[in-house]
Every structure is written in C-alpha cells, then in structure tokens.
C-alpha cells in the first residue's frame, strides 16, 4: 500500500494547560488497544543521551500520513478533543481511540509511525478527561517507541518526552509523581541529556515528593 508522505493527525503539544503549582515550567528543546497506558518505556534505559541536533542540519524527514481509510476517524477523535465540555462526546473518542489502537497495532505492529501516533493521541485524550498520570504515561510509553524506531536525537522522540514533562507537572498525587518520575527520569537523560534543566528539574520534583510518601 502506497503512503501518503504528509504529516500525520498527531497530538500538538498541549500548550494552554497549567504547569505544576509546585515549581516554575520549564521550556523544553526539542500492550496494544489496552484501556490503560503501558507502564513500560521500551528502549529507553539502553539509549544512549542524545546529542543537539545543530539548527541548519539536514531535515529529518516527515512521518507518512496514516491510509485513508483511518484518516476520518482519527479526524473525529481529535474533533472531540478540541470540545473539552462535551463530556459523552470524549467518552466516545475514548473507545474509538482504543479501538484504532488494537487495528493499527493489529495490521502495523507496535513498532510503527501510526502506532505511536495514535497512542499519542490516546495520552491527548487522558490529559483532557482529567487523568495526567494517565497521559504522562502514555507520553513515556511513546517515547520508548521513538526512540526504538528513530534514535534518542530525533525530533519525534524529543516531541514525545517534552509532552510527557509536561503532563507529568499536572500530576499531583505523589505515589504517581513518584511512579511516573523515575522512569521519566531515566527517558529524559536519554533523550535530553543528564545535566540539563529538565533533568534537573525532574529531579528536584522527584525528591519534593519522595518527602511526602
């Protein structure tokens, strides 16, 4: 099957949501069809920090959009996203967003552009409904799955991890900071590189709320 070579439907970044009432936000460089997120990040330990893509170098290239046949469902999830009020219409975008998973998953494998992107779009739908563990989560799950199909130093995965900092600066229970955390911890040093600021900001989270367990 021939792939179209534009973007695909993917979540943007959330960017009108609150950071964490705890500290000052930061700004940031750069199993299938379940009804919960992984709680694994696959690749994430074993990667290796990436280095800065140096602005002027080559253009990564764009992912292939996802088949037709996918593109008007995809269109109406991201549709119920965009009416946060509308309570029953995200509660339906849930179930249609599972059901692309296990499909996409079922005919790509769990390895594949499509795959991560509707599970990003599933970490989209968690934020929105109210669940940012939940979301940070699915955003860390993805990140494992950029960095195992593109390299630490690829724009997707530094998408991936920025999204999962900030979903995760929305958490406030502190077993799930503390959960959530550490394996960000590990996928930002990845990805960002152990010195920076995020990776010093996750840390000083990380001990605020290991104080309070």
């Not at 959530?180 to 709320?209: C, F, M, N, P």
């Amino acid at each position: 099957m021939l792939l179209s070579k534009r973007r695909p439907i993917a979540a943007p970044r959330q960017a009108d949501a609150q950071p964490d009432d705890d500290h000052e936000d930061i700004e940031h460089d750069g199993e299938a069809g379940s009804s919960s997120p992984p709680r694994e990040t696959p690749a994430a330990e074993a990667a290796p920090a990436a280095p800065r893509r140096e602005s002027g170098g080559p253009e990564q290239p764009q992912e292939p959009a996802p088949p037709a046949e996918y593109q008007g469902r995809l269109a109406s999830v991201i549709a119920a996203i965009g009416a946060p009020h509308d309570r029953q219409g995200l509660a339906a975008a849930s179930v249609e967003a599972e059901k692309l998973d296990q499909e996409l998953t079922a005919q790509f494998g769990g390895q594949h552009s499509h795959t991560v992107n509707i599970r990003e779009i599933r970490g989209w739908l968690a934020l929105v409904t109210g669940h940012p563990a939940d979301a940070a989560r699915w955003y860390l799950h993805t990140t494992g799955l950029q960095i195992a199909l593109h390299g630490a130093g690829h724009e997707a995965a530094q998408g991936s991890v920025a999204r999962a900092i900030h979903t995760w600066q929305r958490v406030k229970n502190p077993a799930d900071v503390v959960e959530v955390g550490t394996g960000l911890a590990k996928v930002v040093t990845a990805v960002l590189g152990e010195d920076g600021e995020a990776s010093r900001y996750i840390q000083g989270r990380l001990a605020r709320y290991q104080a309070q367990l």
